[in-house]
């Protein structure tokens, strides 16, 4: 192995490109990490003079489709990313090595790059019973973490597990399954949550780092503007629809074929922050709501608790499961009008006694009209 | 048997009635055009988009009355540091013993429906005070709600002032789901407090109901 | 004395896989398979809307996303007596036949070749040499001298940059990787083209489904609608990309992954005899082309295969209370009977209890209980599922298609049929199936798009979508064919909502720990006998694990 690895540069020079496709590809990058003209420059320096950025890509509770997303992406393609720009040292799903030697791989590039290598985190971490729901080579999923992002530059949570805790940390959260962000502090950290997210929103988030050298626009939970500022119904194509009140009332029903709003069937759109409306999947195929199913609100924390997905508001806990907040209002509101009617029957057969006590025992109420003038 | 002297009190300022009627009109168009967000009807099928804008329309009418409703709200607690006695803040809180004592007058005479004492206030009795004041919260609770929600559709800097809240309860469907369930608390209080103001109306005779219109109470003048 | 190794973590398969081997005199002696990650998500459904379920249980796993999906929905259907219409059943199988090709092909090339391909061994490759091989196995359009050659540099740079990433650290050079160099070359190129085309043919998920991984399932049908008049639905656009998705996917099948596979196994024909392991086969079959309520109808038969005899098909019958048991006598939970009793999925029990070592520890007390997985049984016997089984319970039903492909394919290698029961064998049905499902998505196609021109577009059945048509109680079983193999779900709803929710999976049936009898299972079994070179790069005990292709966030849930 060398000790200097090769910059970006000198690999696709080797690789037969031209200075000009090289800076081709530069201007392509910043512009796919959407970056000014001005920047453009920058760019060029950072891969003239940097190795590849080593990346370690850590595995906990996890059903493994941020990977399978990962690798979906089109633009840049994955082998690209894989063999051009970044150094992928660790990663549980693709790497050679197993065993001892995928460890050696770990800790080899902790030690060699410490500071500089970008931490990515796919699935939650389980915190009860110390940990032992998630091991790997004997060692806890919480253990591993804190290892790790101690000499990482920056920490990427791929997904809800790992920015929000996703399906294991639905009620009754039986293993104590934890994102990130809530235990490790004193690093950068993006959230890039989904179940799974785009494919080219995670692409794209790398190039942003890889490009700029410095971490995206974040909102107030983490994520990077670029992809997370507006609700999936902001740039939902049947927005007109809802506008309109023109809603898909059951499932394949003549509103569905002619492409009607999803919103009472249930749809989350209105209350979900991601790009599926603007990029949509898969290169841009379709997306949940193109494809006739609602939104089911999987970049939001604990949309698994919100259920039933087919109805606008979640069950009202302890009730059935089809109890939302409505019915438990109407069935408030007649109690309270059966009440009021009760009251006010009592309250006349009362007054109409008191009155005849009034009447029957005094003298003077003359006076008492007198004082009302 | 002595009885009482009555005179006419001027309660309810005109700021105080305004305030309150505007706030009950636009309680009732919120409510209204809340539920049908929630569960919005088929009214139409078979029909371009274009061609219609009922549900947009709605929501615009929400977003109208909770502007009233907020700015209305804002002024009603402005005056309740520069109005009359009636329509002061202390008034909302039973902290003094009397007003605890009334409390539980009040309670009596509203449930077990008795009536040995007269009540002692002129402007709200204690009990109304307190739940008026938890409406109060109530009110600032659908503000925040709502306006958190509405900050992910405006780039206007009032809603954004609110925008917080999402975070705090979680995400916007947590948010959505409490600013919904609270529209029950408006629809509850509402039917008990007009029924609670006849009622009080009834068995005190003192103008209760018709104050909030014209401002005067009829109240036994050893009281004032 | 044997000599205790431990491979933690087993990489290239999703999940969290232990294996702890015994070696005694360069051989496998005993070996205990152990899941590492449990989330509880059979917990975690109780209480929930039955028609939520399929979201949840999709989320079991990414690498097979959309399997339990349509096992959960056909679960809750079985359970409330619901008839999906025929576009809907040929949507779900288009969805799956997407699912085989995408995951069946990653698995060759990304999670299992490096297992007999030396990447770096490529960079001696001579591209001339390489592209002549190509040429004289496929028809396969990139296959010039001057293809080979770009790869081979772009290699060459990887490599020359000093930072290998993913394939950092392998065995490389290792004695028992047996391809010529011009062989790796051609894998290692077709590493990267599959990489590419992989990302294409699961598009059919994302027409029908909205997006891939984890697309949109419906209880009681699919979700897209059809309208041929309409931009909003499933019209001729859409249904033309598909169309052409999947012929793609035949091409590259037949173009690519299955000459490839067999140059490979041309070199490996020794590992025909080696990692069988179990010789008992369960597939529960799938792809209805009369409705899933009539398994006769399945492209995949239904049945179980004995000792390898492959004279008869034994019935296998989900909602009988004494075929289909899991155990825990080793695995980390408790049942309310104690830990010898098997229970039937209906009245399983998911009660999370670790008895293990405190992490970090160096080794698991494989006497006791060590592993998060519980273990199924078929009466009492354990089962190998996936490709393998689905080919030999075929072979053994006497279906022609699969018996032509087979012998055709045996023939050419000149193997004899035993060579089936191998780690080869599983690694070869995977393909042959394949291209089977290749074929069999073009039919459905076909029907799907005859049925809209002769104008049945119905996609969902909603009589039963109202809780309130529901009966108090219900309970349901919902079989299909992951890639992997045999999967069921079993439900037991109790007034609407989810009472008992269980899964029994491909990966449980193969990875499990032994029973209270110390029978192993699949890869327990398998890896007796296999040899090990060097224990230091246990390579060949890679080879045989991955043979199945595992699925631990699967086996566990
Ligand atoms: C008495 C006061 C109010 C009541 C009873 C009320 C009631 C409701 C209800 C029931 C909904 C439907 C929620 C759902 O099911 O999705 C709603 C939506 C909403 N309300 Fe209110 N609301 C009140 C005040 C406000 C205020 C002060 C604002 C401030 C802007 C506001 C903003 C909104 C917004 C933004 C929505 C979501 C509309 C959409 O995205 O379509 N509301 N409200
Ligand atoms: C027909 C409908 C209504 C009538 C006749 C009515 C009548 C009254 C009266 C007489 C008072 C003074 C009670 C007292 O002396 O304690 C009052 C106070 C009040 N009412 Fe109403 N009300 C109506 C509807 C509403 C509605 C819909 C709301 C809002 C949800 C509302 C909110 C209030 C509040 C907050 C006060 C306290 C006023 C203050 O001091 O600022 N009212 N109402
Ligand atoms: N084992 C397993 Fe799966 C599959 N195939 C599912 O049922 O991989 Ni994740
Ligand atoms: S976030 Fe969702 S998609 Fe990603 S690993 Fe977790 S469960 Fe899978
Ligand atoms: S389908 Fe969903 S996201 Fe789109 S407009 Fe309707 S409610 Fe909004
Ligand atoms: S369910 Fe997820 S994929 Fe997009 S449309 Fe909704 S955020
Ligand atoms: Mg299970």
């Not at chain 2, 988009?49 to 549900?55: L, Q, R």
């Not at chain 2, 909770?66 to 002024?75: Q, R």
């Given at each position: 192995m060398l000790e200097h690895p090769l910059t970006m540069w000198q690999q696709m020079e080797s690789l037969g490109y031209t200075r000009r496709d090289f800076l081709r590809f530069a201007s392509w990058l910043a512009a796919a990490a959407g970056i000014e003209a001005s920047g453009i420059g920058q760019v060029v320096h950072a891969m003239e003079t940097k190795p590849r950025i080593p990346v370690l890509w850590l595995h906990f509770q996890e059903c493994t489709c941020c990977s399978e997303s990962f690798i979906r992406s089109?633009?840049?393609?994955?082998?690209?990313?894989?063999?051009?720009?970044i150094s992928l040292d660790y990663t549980e799903t693709l790497m050679a090595a197993a065993g001892h030697q995928a460890e050696k791989s770990l800790h080899d590039t902790m030690k060699k790059y410490k500071g500089e290598y970008l931490l990515l985190v796919e699935g939650a971490i389980p915190t009860n019973d110390d940990g032992v729901y998630c091991c790997i080579g004997g060692r806890s999923a919480q253990d591993i973490l804190t290892e790790v992002a101690e000499g990482a530059k920056a920490i990427v949570c791929w997904g809800s597990c790992a920015s929000n805790g996703c399906i294991q940390a639905a009620s009754p959260n039986p293993t104590g399954a934890t994102p990130v962000h809530t235990l490790i502090s004193g690093k950068p950290i993006i959230n890039v949550p989904g179940c799974p997210p785009i494919a080219e929103v995670m692409a794209g988030t790398i190039v942003h780092l890889l490009a700029f050298d410095r971490i995206p626009q974040l909102d107030g939970l983490g994520r990077p503007k670029a992809f997370f500022s507006r609700r999936v119904h902001d740039t939902c194509y049947r927005r007109p629809n809802y506008d309109a009140g023109l809603f898909v009332e059951s499932f394949d029903d003549e509103n569905a074929k002619r492409g009607y709003c999803l919103y009472k069937m249930g749809c989350r759109g209105p209350v979900t922050y991601n790009a599926c409306g603007v990029m949509r999947w898969n290169n841009g195929v379709s997306y949940p709501i193109q494809s006739g199913h609602g939104c089911i609100g999987c970049s939001e924390e604990k949309f698994w608790d919100y259920g039933p997905f087919y109805q606008h508001l979640a069950s009202f806990p302890g009730f059935g499961i089809e109890t939302t907040a409505d019915k438990v209002g109407v069935a408030l509101g007649i109690a309270t009008a059966a009440g009021i009617a009760t009251h006010a029957i009592s309250t006349n057969i009362r007054k109409r006694k008191q009155i005849q006590q009034e009447i029957a025992g005094s003298d003077t109420i003359a006076d008492d009209t007198k004082g009302g003038a | 048997m002595q009885h009482a002297q009555i005179s006419r009190v001027y309660v309810w300022q005109l700021p105080v009635r305004f305030y309150h009627w505007i706030n009950a009109l636009s309680v009732l168009v919120l409510v209204i055009t809340g539920y049908l967000i929630g569960s919005p009807?088929?009214?139409?099928?078979?029909?371009?988009?274009?061609?219609?804008?009922?549900?947009?329309?709605?929501?615009?009418?929400?977003?109208?009355?909770?502007?009233?409703?907020?700015?209305?709200?804002?002024?009603?607690i402005y005056w309740g540091f520069v109005g009359n006695r009636y329509a002061r803040w202390q008034n909302f809180i039973p902290y003094r013993k009397e007003q605890l004592e009334e409390v539980k007058e009040v309670l009596k005479v509203d449930i077990f429906q008795r009536s040995v004492k007269p009540l002692e206030s002129v402007g709200h009795n204690a009990l109304a005070g307190i739940t008026y004041f938890i409406s109060f919260i109530a009110f600032l609770f659908q503000c925040i709600t709502g306006f958190g929600m509405y900050a992910a559709m405006s780039k206007a800097a009032l809603p954004a002032l609110f925008a917080w809240i999402v975070p705090l309860m979680g995400g916007d469907f947590a948010v959505r789901q409490w600013h919904h369930a609270m529209m029950w608390f408006f629809v509850l209080f509402s039917m008990i407090h007009v029924y609670l103001v006849f009622y009080h109306d009834y068995v005190e005779a003192r103008g209760v109901t018709s104050s909030m219109v014209g401002g005067w109470k009829f109240v036994e003048k050893h009281k004032l | 004395m044997p000599n205790r190794i431990v491979v933690d973590p087993i990489t290239r398969i999703e999940g969290h896989l232990r294996i702890e081997a015994e070696v005694k005199d360069g051989r496998i002696v005993d070996a205990y398979s152990a899941g590492t990650m449990v989330r509880g998500l059979e917990i975690i459904l109780k209480g929930r809307d039955?028609?939520?379920?399929?979201?949840f249980t999709e989320r079991t796993c990414g690498v097979c996303t959309t399997v339990h999906a349509l096992a959960s929905v056909r679960t809750v259907e079985n359970a409330l007596g619901i008839v999906v219409p025929p576009n809907a059943e040929l949507v779900r199988n288009l969805m799956f036949c997407a699912q085989y090709l995408q995951d069946h092909v990653v698995h060759f090339y990304h999670l299992h070749a490096l297992d007999w391909v030396d990447v770096v061994n490529a960079l001696k490759a001579d591209p001339v040499?390489?592209?002549?091989?190509?040429q004289s196995i496929s028809n396969w359009p990139k296959s010039s001298p001057k293809y080979f050659a770009d790869v081979q540099k772009r290699i060459n740079t990887f490599v020359a940059s000093g930072q290998l990433g993913i394939f950092n650290n392998g065995y490389w050079g290792h004695a028992a990787?047996?391809?010529p160099a011009e062989v790796n070359l051609i894998a290692v190129a077709h590493y990267l083209e599959a990489l590419e085309w992989q990302k294409e043919i699961v598009k059919v998920h994302t027409i029908f489904g909205g997006k891939n991984p984890h697309p949109n399932y419906l209880v009681g049908g699919a979700p897209c609608a059809v309208n041929i008049d309409e931009a909003n639905a499933l019209n001729a656009e859409r249904l033309a990309y598909v169309g052409r998705l999947f012929d793609e996917a035949a091409t590259f099948v037949e173009q690519v992954y299955l000459p490839d596979l067999l140059a490979v196994a041309g070199f490996y024909k020794d590992w025909g005899a080696i990692g069988g392991g179990l010789t008992n086969f369960l597939a529960y079959g799938d792809l209805p082309v009369a409705g899933y309520n009539a398994p006769e109808s399945f492209k995949f038969p239904r049945g179980i295969v004995l000792n390898g005899d492959l004279s008869k098909v034994h019935e296998v019958d989900g909602k009988d209370a004494d075929q289909i048991q899991e155990f825990i006598a080793h695995s980390w939970y408790e049942y309310e009977g104690g830990d010898a009793?098997?229970?039937?999925?209906?009245?399983?029990?998911?009660?999370l209890k670790y008895s293990g070592p405190k992490p970090p520890y160096d080794h698991l007390d494989v006497d006791q209980k060590y592993s998060w997985l519980k273990t199924p049984r078929w009466k009492g016997q354990p089962m190998e599922v996936g490709p393998l089984a689905r080919m030999i319970v075929a072979y053994a039903a006497g279906n022609k298609e699969v018996q032509e492909l087979v012998n055709g394919t045996l023939k050419s290698l000149d193997v004899p049929v035993t060579v089936l029961f191998s780690a080869l064998g599983r690694t070869a049905a995977r393909g042959l199936e394949t291209k089977l499902v290749a074929g069999w998505a073009k039919?459905?196609?076909?029907?799907?798009?005859?049925?809209?021109?002769n104008g049945d577009t119905r996609m969902v059945n909603n009589e039963r979508w109202d809780p309130a048509t529901w009966p108090a109680q219900a309970k349901g079983v919902g079989m299909t064919e992951a890639p992997r193999g045999a999967l069921a779900h079993w439900i037991v709803i109790d007034n609407t909502k989810i009472a008992n929710y269980q899964l029994v999976v491909p990966s449980t049936w193969n990875a499990s720990p032994r029973d209270a009898q110390g029978q192993r299972s699949a890869y327990e079994a398998a890896l007796i006998g296999v040899p090990v070179a060097d224990p230091e790069q246990p390579l060949e005990l890679l080879r045989t694990i991955h043979s199945f292709d595992p699925c631990l966030a699967c086996a566990v849930h």
């Open positions: 089109s633009h840049p393609i994955v082998a690209d990313v894989l063999l051009d720009k | 009807p088929a009214v139409q099928s078979g029909s371009e988009a274009s061609f219609g804008y009922w549900f947009g329309t709605v929501r615009f009418v929400h977003f109208l009355a909770a502007f009233l409703f907020f700015f209305n709200f804002v002024y009603r | 039955p028609r939520d379920a399929w979201a040499k390489a592209s002549g091989i190509a990787y047996a391809l009793v098997g229970k039937h999925p209906w009245a399983g029990e998911t009660k039919e459905f196609f076909g029907t799907l798009v005859g049925n809209i021109k």
